[in-house]
């Protein structure tokens, strides 16, 4: 018993040093080039993105994301990327944000705003030289799911030619329906990767945020290897709460990026966790965590 519990102290000293090991290599922006780091704007209000910039530099993250066209010259000064771009919006008939959560494609009646939202978009990330454009399926209000997906095919279609033309690729983004965005309609992956193969354009993926999948289906070692042709993206988040991505929740997220890592990933993974510590410093932290 002795020698089975020195065994265990052992591993568990090991694997705290390679944890704060990890962390410091992120401290100091020597990151393995496994993974590339990337953060959420919007989790960190009180940060001026120019801060942002200066400090994730030096974590060794190599983009600051979900953020205005307007904001890539702060980014490129400091040599980062935008890996996806937040999503436009356009006033409706009833002063609702079309292009927002809740009011995207699955509405045919949204499909010319959407277009004429999206289109200066397109452009503004493709003279960028970035990639990835954000958007959302919009919620149910009562329309089932196959003709949901139907409307969606139909909209995005739309704007692929141009997505294909400026080698820009839109994203739908997987959200939960039960805790963050209620009846939110593109929340489970399977439906997403339906969408994907009923538009059948290599300009158009999904960002499966781990977090909001968790809650949703779960088992998202097994749903990140099946899906790995059709995700062009990922978020993090602790589950539950979505704060800090530590220990003091239920996902093991350096087993998670190994396992996107040996799908032969090349993207950008994302931290979109609300801080509940010191914001920097919980960044710093979670990058080494998924610096496998």
């Excluded at 990330?125 to 454009?133: P, S």
């Excluded at 939960?176 to 990767?193: A, E, F, L, Q, T």
């Excluded at 290599?202 to 998202?220: N, P, T």
């Amino acid at each position: 018993m002795k020698a089975t519990r020195r065994s265990f102290l052992a591993a568990s000293v090991t694997a705290a040093l390679g944890t704060r090991l990890s962390a410091a290599e992120a401290a100091s922006g020597a990151v393995k080039g496994r993974i590339n780091h990337s953060v959420c704007k919007w989790c960190y209000p009180k940060v001026p993105l120019e801060d942002l910039c200066k400090a994730g530099k030096e974590m060794g993250l190599t983009s600051i994301e979900l953020v205005e066209p307007t904001d890539f010259p702060t980014l490129k000064k400091h040599d980062l990327t935008c890996a996806m771009t937040t999503f436009p919006t356009i006033a409706g008939p009833g002063g609702e944000k079309i292009g927002s959560i809740p009011y995207g494609f699955n509405r045919t009646e949204h499909h010319e705003l959407l277009i004429k939202a999206y289109e200066p978009y397109i452009a503004a990330v493709a003279d960028a030289g970035f990639k990835h454009l954000i958007c959302f399926s919009g919620n149910r209000n009562g329309m089932d799911d196959e003709t949901g997906l139907k409307n969606c095919a139909e909209g995005l279609k739309k704007l692929l030619p141009l997505a294909e033309k400026r080698g820009v690729t839109l994203v739908m983004e997987l959200l939960n329906s039960r805790v963050d965005h209620k009846d939110y309609m593109c929340d489970h992956s399977d439906w997403g990767i339906a969408l994907c193969k009923a538009i059948g354009s290599e300009r158009f993926k999904l960002l499966f945020d781990i977090y909001h999948m968790q809650i949703m289906d779960g088992d998202v070692i097994s749903r990140i290897r099946a899906g790995k042709d059709y995700f062009a993206h990922y978020h993090t988040g602790g589950v539950p709460g979505r704060n800090e991505i530590d220990e003091s929740q239920e996902l093991n997220y350096a087993a998670i990026m190994r396992a996107i890592v040996e799908t032969g990933f090349k993207g950008h993974v994302a931290q979109e966790f609300i801080p509940k510590r010191e914001p920097l410093v919980s960044l710093r932290q979670a990058v080494g965590i998924c610096d496998v």
